[in-house]
């Protein structure tokens, strides 16, 4: 793991002055935000422009799924306002991915960006899969589709912290991120497939999706920093930092 802030928090709000206001509040203690579809489909791109200003990456979750071109044409805006990340529906297929990762590069015009593949929704168990046609475990499936992913030149995978040992064994070159990250003793609320950001870190994530449990709390500061020195602290005890960056 490089030595970035790992955190992600989830701007899931429906105003745009919420979700900027809540960043610029959280910027100082976090390593990014993500913006989703309830932004995306309300307030509008612009608000991922208005995030970037603050001068973190922005991972918009746009979990793009539709035939190539409409993709490529999607993803290409989405890197034109200033996307670091954009998700993309590995279901989708090779075609569409590598349709995402070539028109995310033309819309960001030389400035940082990638792809990330979402494997399977951490909504979803694996009787959920089964009641799509889908065989195997959820594992199973998040490897699968790890391996199309990679071959089509993504930067990463979505995937919950219990698959990111999948990922490792078929991709191991791409960047994990894992959503669904409470801390110990938070409600799941709607995802089924949950962890902790130490057992997150110690299973291999390079980026910790973290959302109501940050921006929800009393005091959204303080359970940032909360959750930053658990990180901190996991990262010291697999090695994945020295005492030195601490």
Not at 93 to 107: I, N
Not at 196 to 207: F, H, L
């Amino acid at each position: 793991m490089s030595e970035h802030d790992p955190v992600i928090v989830a701007l899931d709000y429906g105003e745009a002055r919420t979700a900027v206001e809540t960043a610029r509040l959280l910027a100082p203690h976090v390593g990014g935000f993500k913006v989703g579809l309830e932004l995306l489909t309300g307030p509008g791109p612009a608000t991922v422009a208005a995030i970037r200003e603050l001068g973190l990456p922005v991972f918009v979750d746009a979990k793009l799924h539709d035939i190539p071109n409409t993709v490529r044409r999607a993803a290409r805006n989405l890197g034109a306002i200033g996307a670091r990340w954009v998700t993309a529906h590995a279901a989708g297929g090779s075609a569409m991915l590598e349709a995402a990762v070539e028109g995310l590069e033309e819309g960001a015009a030389g400035h940082q960006a990638g792809i990330l593949a979402i494997t399977v929704l951490t909504s979803l168990t694996g009787s959920d899969l089964a009641a799509t046609g889908v065989t195997g475990t959820p594992g199973r499936q998040v490897a699968r589709l790890s391996r199309l992913a990679a071959t089509a030149g993504v930067e990463g995978v979505v995937c919950s912290v219990k698959e990111l040992g999948d990922v490792a064994q078929v991709a191991p070159d791409l960047e994990r991120v894992t959503p669904g990250i409470r801390p110990s003793g938070s409600e799941t609320h709607d995802q089924a497939r949950v962890s902790s950001p130490t057992e997150a870190i110690r299973r291999g994530a390079d980026w910790l999706v973290v959302g109501r449990s940050i921006t929800r709390a009393s005091d959204p500061v303080a359970a940032a920093v909360a959750i930053a020195e658990e990180v901190r602290r996991a990262r010291l005890e697999t090695g994945r930092l020295t005492g030195s960056d601490g």
